[in-house]
């Protein structure tokens, strides 16, 4: 089945730290792979996608490689800031018969940014 | 103007009361879903509609059930609401035929809590 497994929070850092979270996933075939944010008291937003191979999603300095040999869609980001401190969330959509618009999610992962 | 709204916010219930969640949009989206939100097990699919005459079920719908009414509205009901329905949940909406599949809008999350 499909599935999405992300490294377990929270994870803290200090502003302008290097962030990684890390996601990987499992499907049937070839899926979009996503980042969802979630601020504190809201709901979801995209973050970035990417829906194929080798692309590179990329939004407000966060990007993430869409890798198939690992199966892997890392997000990263150079230098965090306070703002960033959410919860993040990977999700994959496979399209592909009943399963067509589908979002898999995985758990999230709480970022805590400290000035 | 929010393009996903939820109503209510918040509420708290009793067991074995009816609660009805209601999600209206003004995106013009076909599809829409609903998703329960649990600490540390990320974003649950209960039921999603790809239009007006299309309902299907998702992971969790035990315990729920959904009307569609119009294109813009998807509601939410526990007929028989127990405590461990105690959660935050999500609507979200998306367009295959404009956007890609894939990217969904979530609204802003109705908190209930079930005594």
């Known amino acids: 089945g499909n599935s999405v497994t992300q490294m377990e929070g929270p994870v803290t850092l200090s502003e302008e730290a290097f962030l990684t979270i890390n996601c990987t996933y499992t499907?049937?075939?070839?899926?979009?792979l996503f980042w969802y944010v979630q601020y504190p008291g809201e709901g979801l937003q995209l973050l970035l996608k990417a829906t194929k191979a080798d692309d590179k999603g990329s939004n407000k300095g966060f990007e993430a490689t869409y890798r198939k040999e690992t199966t892997s869609f890392h997000l990263e980001k150079g230098s965090v800031q306070v703002s960033d401190s959410a919860v993040y969330f990977c999700a994959l959509s496979y399209d592909r018969g009943s399963t067509l618009g589908r979002l898999y999610f995985g758990r999230g992962t709480q970022l805590t940014v400290w000035p | 103007d929010a393009d996903v709204t939820q109503t209510p916010r918040n509420r708290i219930t009793k067991t074995g009361k009816r609660i009805m969640l209601e999600c209206s949009q003004t995106k013009g989206h076909d599809r829409m879903y609903w998703y329960r939100q649990d600490p540390g097990l990320g974003l649950r699919l209960i039921y999603y509609?790809?239009?007006?005459?299309?309902?299907n079920k998702g992971e969790i719908s035990d315990g729920y059930s959904v009307s569609r009414q119009a294109q813009a509205k998807f509601s939410l009901s526990l007929e028989s609401a127990i405590p461990n329905q105690t959660a935050l949940y999500f609507c979200a909406t998306s367009d295959f035929t404009r956007e890609g599949a894939d990217t969904q809008y979530f609204g802003p999350g109705t908190r209930l809590t079930v005594l």
């Open positions: 509609s790809f239009d007006v005459k299309d309902i």
């Open positions: 499907a049937t075939g070839y899926p979009s």
